[in-house]
């Protein structure tokens, strides 16, 4: 009985240090998942895109772009990793612009879509900035996106 006891607290201390570490690989995972660069490609087919499927193309390129983006995190934007993906990226956002019926939501994805080449051009962040502002002020319009911050530079939802 004694070397139970003797033995619990080792047992013990080794659980709590399991349980540390457990939690510290969990947290660098989920923090790695949110600031990943790589461009979020859904790989959409033109003949069947949906206007459900264009609100969650929006959503996720908004959430990308604020993650990629913001607060602080454009310092660390990697060109080399937006590069690489530029061609798919493009690729799907031309099957977005060919599918969608309003003009004002075809110009401001046209729109994007030059904004994009610039960047990829130039390795300047200020027209990826400009795209996440986009994608932003389409959340709030198309999906009905809560926030107080408004950009005011889409097309789409300033006739409505």
Same mark, same amino acid.
């Given at each position: ?25 969990f ?28 609100g ?33 990226? *493009?690729?799907? %956002?031309?099957? =977005?612009?060919?599918?969608?019926? !309003?003009? /004002? ?6 729109? #994007? +879509? ?10 300047? *962040?200020?027209? %990826?900035?400009? =795209?996440?502002?986009?994608?932003? !002020?389409? /959340? ?6 809560? #926030? +107080? ?7 789409y939802?300033?006739?409505?």
């Amino acid at each position: 009985m004694r070397i139970i006891f003797k033995r619990k607290p080792v047992i013990i201390s080794i659980l709590i240090i399991l349980s540390i570490l457990m939690c510290t690989a969990f947290y660098i995972i989920k923090d790695n998942r949110v600031t990943s660069n790589g461009l979020p490609i859904q790989h959409l087919e033109v003949s069947k895109i949906t206007q459900t499927d264009v609100g969650k193309y929006i959503s996720s390129n908004h959430h990308y772009w604020n993650n990629a983006l913001c607060w602080g995190h454009s310092k660390n934007f990697s060109f080399l990793e937006f590069n690489k993906q530029y061609g798919s990226y *493009i690729k799907e %956002l031309d099957h =977005v612009i060919n599918s969608v019926g !309003d003009q /004002d939501l075809k110009e401001d994805f046209t729109h #994007t +879509k030059a904004l994009l080449a610039e960047a990829e051009a130039t390795n300047d *962040i200020q027209p %990826l900035i400009d =795209v996440h502002r986009i994608f932003h !002020d389409l /959340d709030v319009d198309y999906n009905h996106y809560s #926030t +107080k911050d408004y950009f005011g530079v889409t097309q789409y939802g300033e006739k409505q």
